[in-house]
Each structure stands twice: as C-alpha cells, then as structure tokens.
C-alpha cells in the first residue's frame, strides 16, 4: 500500500521559502509521477508541479508559479520536495502531496499541510 | 476563480441519483478524455473516484459513474448515501502538461 507523508513548517514569513517534503513508502520515486497541488478558500484546488523519471528526471510547473517553484527528487531517501520562493499570504494554503499523471488522476495523497504566510 | 465550472451545490435522499456537472472547454474537458473526479470529506485529503472520464479506482463502489459530452463532463452518484455527503472535485488535463480543477460541488444527502 502506497503511503505519503508530508513534513515541513505550518508557518513561513512573507518574502521566504516555503519548504515542504514528501516521504514515499509503498512505491519507488522513480516509478511514477509526484505532485504538489495546493487548496485554499480564494483559489480552490490549484496543481503546482510534478516530477518524473523517463531514463532522466523532468518536471512540469503551472503557470502561475513557474517563476517560484522548484520540485525536486531524492532517491537515496525515497522521497520529493517543494521549494515555493517569495511567498506571499497569496500562498497561504493546504498543500498536499500526491501520486499520479496528469490526465490518469491522483490515486494516492499525503495527509496535507497547512501553510500559512504570515510576519 | 476555477478553470472549470461547478456548481455550489447539489442534494439528494438516500437511496436516490444526483448527477454533478463540471464544464469546460475545448482545450480542457473537451479536448481530452481525462477527466478525474475526486471526493473530499471535510479536513481529509481529496479521494479519487473516476478517472479518464468513466474509469472507477480499484475499491471506489459502482454507484459512482462518470460521463463526459462535449465540454461537460458529469459524475453521477446512484443509491445515494449518507456517507457520500461531502465535496465533489473534477478535474482535467488541459494540454501542455498543465491540470486543472474545478471550484467543487458540495452534496448534501438530505
């Protein structure tokens, strides 16, 4: 049974980064694609990125916030990780980590975090 | 404001069918058959429940189907229960390696 825990900070200060991580038990982060997707009151359900392996790691980033956002994998701990620079309380939300592709559906999720952004 | 549209709310008795509608366009819901639909109970992470449009997760019970016309996809639950009352999401692929959801349907079993 694939199982997904989130860690991080529940508070971050405006301007910094927020940094969550997700711990894969059950599957190999090589063998899928792992998602960041985030919810909150004024913008709903909001997918931020993924990262997969094909013969080399890709990631894909929505539009909104490419400019921010780094997702990146770590083998060696079975795990993946979200970098959100410059937050702002825009950013403050319940972010979930979860298992699937794009167009398949998200099968598996982590419990979720909620981050606020606040001084 | 969503990419796709769902309405607020829905209700049904137990026992009865409610259909959910999500709508988008033709670069999204129309463009693809890859419409997911995801049920969330308050403070538990969503649930998936239908998959590429009408494909049921391993577990997830036949009352819950999914359609798809034009630019409209739709779940329906048959048999409602009191246990299905919660949020209903969708989603869809929208080309370009982007995803996107739905504002949600909140179902209430009357």
Redesign the interface.
């Known amino acids: 049974q694939v199982q997904l825990q989130q860690s991080g900070p529940g508070l971050v200060k405006p301007s910094q980064t927020l940094s969550l991580t997700c711990v894969i038990s059950g599957d190999s982060v090589s063998s899928a694609a792992w998602n960041w997707i985030r919810q909150s009151p004024s913008r709903?359900?909001?997918?931020l990125g993924r990262t997969y392996y094909r013969s080399k790691w890709y990631n894909?980033y929505?539009?909104s916030v490419k400019s921010r956002i780094t997702i990146n994998p770590d083998t060696s701990k079975n795990q993946f990780s979200l970098q959100l620079n410059s937050v702002t309380p825009e950013d403050t939300a319940v972010y979930?980590c979860a298992r699937?592709w794009?167009?398949?559906?998200?099968?598996y999720?982590?419990?979720?975090t909620l981050v606020t952004v606040s001084s | 404001q969503s990419a796709l549209t769902q309405p607020p709310s829905a209700s049904g008795s137990p026992g009865q069918s409610v259909t959910m509608s999500c709508t988008g366009t033709s670069s999204d819901v129309g463009g693809y058959n890859s419409v997911s639909w995801y049920q969330q109970h308050p403070g538990k992470a969503p649930k998936l429940m239908i998959y590429e449009v009408s494909k049921r997760p391993s577990g997830v019970p036949d009352r819950f189907s999914g359609s798809k016309s034009d630019n409209t996809a739709s779940l329906t639950v048959s048999g409602l229960q009191a246990e299905d009352e919660a949020d209903y999401y969708c989603s869809s692929y929208a080309g370009s390696n982007n995803l996107v959801f739905g504002g949600g349907t909140k179902l209430t079993v009357l």
Not at chain 1, 109 to 112: I, L
């Open positions: 709903g359900l909001e997918w894909d929505a539009v979930y699937g794009l167009g398949a559906g998200f099968n999720w982590g419990q979720g």
